[in-house]
């Protein structure tokens, strides 16, 4: 008596196959699973036992083998239990799997009543089984959305166990389940206009997002930089399907997909006292980091100077590389992570430099400075002020701009930026390196000359100056015009303030 169904095993975002084998034989009652599980695939024991027969089957006193092959793979997770219970009733022969073995994938953790309960990474299981050319998938209801984006296979969704084996008894009678088309068009995002005044801080997030450039505000408390961060998404283009689909797989092995896909870009707002892994990812049950989870969008950094050094440190490669690399026990894995980073800062520990009040030492607000100095300050390009915005000039101010005109005019750069770059490996202004700036920003020569006499003037590194020509470039992408400019390196240079205030001495 013996049976075999296909399942699937989740590795970072990836599906892999797994083959769920039964033996029964007579001997001493017991079930064992081999085929290196994890403890938690070794509890479905348990819980298949349970749900079979509370389901109302019978389970003979036999001797049950469960192996999960291929055997040199670790598996983890709970989406074994369903497959192990319908291999187990096939063995037993209250159904006959053998047809189905090439034709579905099977995946579900089961409750002790038998009752189908949502598992995570259901999505890249079932664009594993679509490129392995499955016809279907069987699986949790709770999973079905985040399932059916995926064309070209059918999706099966059940609640009870006793629904599987009757559907695998008498095939024909259900329909696969479909969603209607991704709709990415669903644009709640907060809107730019809501903020008042702050022009020439909206200005600066224009180019920031048209060129794709890291950014970092500083301000006083209560100067609106979280308000203006959280605006940000809804001011990048729309994601498209490709990138919904690469979002929502992340979300979906993180186990915080609502039913619904991910439609709009991601914004991860961690405290600063998150740990390495909850930002990177990792720990003992894989879970993708903050990193991950704002990949196609933007991670915000609140209050920058307050996480610690190593923890800004570890943000190193997913700024560098758009991915990060995870290292398990036995094998690595690499999560995407390609997201817009945006911190904010108070001007010193107080929060009032500048806006009278502060008590800090000139020593306090310079080691407070120093802290977000260094490798990652190096990976933005933009640094700007947000000031406190005077009362009368929120009440003065009408024909604010909302976040569709403002997008429009990305759009454009953005479009420049893939023509320039279309046999490049890069995407955006921001990715270019020396080679890339020589080539492409070509800087008229009253232009240069203000470059070279404020290099002079404020000591800026050759980092820094590289710097300011990306961005130049960006500003005059958005005017649409192919040399840079006078007026374009001097508003470029005015966004490195914290180049300028240590100079200030400070
Ligand atoms: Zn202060």
């Known amino acids: 008596m013996y049976s075999k169904v296909s399942c699937a095993n989740v590795i970072g975002v990836d599906g892999f196959l797994v083959d769920v084998e039964v033996d029964l034989s007579n001997g001493i009652p017991s079930v064992v699973i081999v085929g290196l599980a994890e403890t938690s695939v070794k509890e ?11 389901s109302g089957f019978n389970l003979p006193s036999k001797k049950i083998r ?12 709970s989406l074994f239990d369903l497959p192990i219970a319908i291999g187990i009733l096939s063995a037993l022969g ?60 059918k999706i099966y969704p059940f609640e009870h166990l006793n629904e599987v084996v009757e ?63 959280k605006r940000i998404p809804g001011l990048l283009p729309p994601l498209t399907k490709e990138e919904a689909l690469e979002t929502t797989k992340i979300y979906s092995i993180a186990g915080l997909l609502n039913g619904d896909i991910i439609r709009k870009r991601p914004f991860r707002n961690p405290h600063h006292s ?88 000139t020593n306090q607000i310079r080691q407070y400075r120093n802290k977000v100095s260094g490798p990652l300050l190096d990976r933005i390009d933009i640094h700007i002020e ?61 232009a240069e000359e203000l470059l070279m006499n404020a290099s002079r003037k404020f000591n800026f590194s050759a980092r820094a100056i590289h710097k300011i020509i990306k961005v130049s470039r960006t500003i005059a992408d958005l005017e649409g015009v192919d040399e840079i400019k006078l007026e374009h390196i001097a508003e470029s240079i005015s966004y490195r303030i914290l180049d300028k205030l240590n100079y200030d001495g400070i």
């Not at 909206?202 to 890291?214: D, F, L, S, T, Y």
Request: hydrophobic fraction near 40%; charge should be positive; aromatic fraction near 8%.
């Open 44 to 54: 479905a024991r348990e819980r298949v036992i349970s749900a079979i027969r509370n």
């Open 66 to 77: 469960i192996n999960l092959a291929p055997a040199d793979m670790r598996k983890e997770g």
């Open 94 to 153: 209250y159904i006959d799997y053998t047809e189905f073995y090439k034709k579905y994938v099977i995946i579900g953790e089961l409750s002790l009543d038998g009752k189908l309960r949502k598992v995570k990474g259901a999505l890249s299981v079932c664009l594993m089984a679509k490129e392995l050319n499955y016809e279907g998938i069987i699986l949790p209801f709770a999973n079905r959305q985040e399932a059916s984006i995926v064309d070209g296979i």
């Open 167 to 229: 559907f695998l008894r008498n095939e024909k009678r259900k329909e696969p389940f479909v969603i209607d088309s991704i709709e990415n068009s669903a644009q709640d995002e907060l809107d730019i206009s809501d903020i008042r005044g702050q022009w020439a801080v909206k200005r600066a997030i224009e180019i920031a997002v048209a060129g794709r450039h890291n950014l970092l505000m500083l301000g006083p408390p209560g100067s609106g930089k979280t308000m203006i961060a």
């Open 274 to 361: 998150i740990s390495d892994i909850g930002l990177i990812g990792g720990g003992t049950n894989f879970q993708p980091g903050e990193v991950s989870l704002a990949h196609n969008g933007v991670l915000f950094l609140d209050e920058l100077p307050e996480f610690s050094r190593r923890t800004l440190e570890v943000l190193r490669q997913p700024l560098e590389d758009g991915f990060v690399i995870i290292s398990r026990a036995n094998y690595k894995v690499k999560i995407p992570s390609k997201f817009m980073l945006v911190c904010a800062m108070n001007p010193c520990p107080c929060g009032y430099f500048g806006y009278g009040n502060c008590k800090c030492t």
């Open 386 to 446: 947000v000031p406190q915005v005077p009362y009368e000039n929120l009440r003065q101010e009408n024909n604010r701009e909302n976040s569709i005109i403002v997008r429009e005019r990305i759009l454009r750069a953005i479009e420049i930026q893939n023509m320039r770059f279309k046999d490049t490996n890069i995407k955006y202004n921001n990715q270019m390196d020396e080679k890339n700036i020589s080539k492409f920003c070509k800087i008229n020569p009253k």
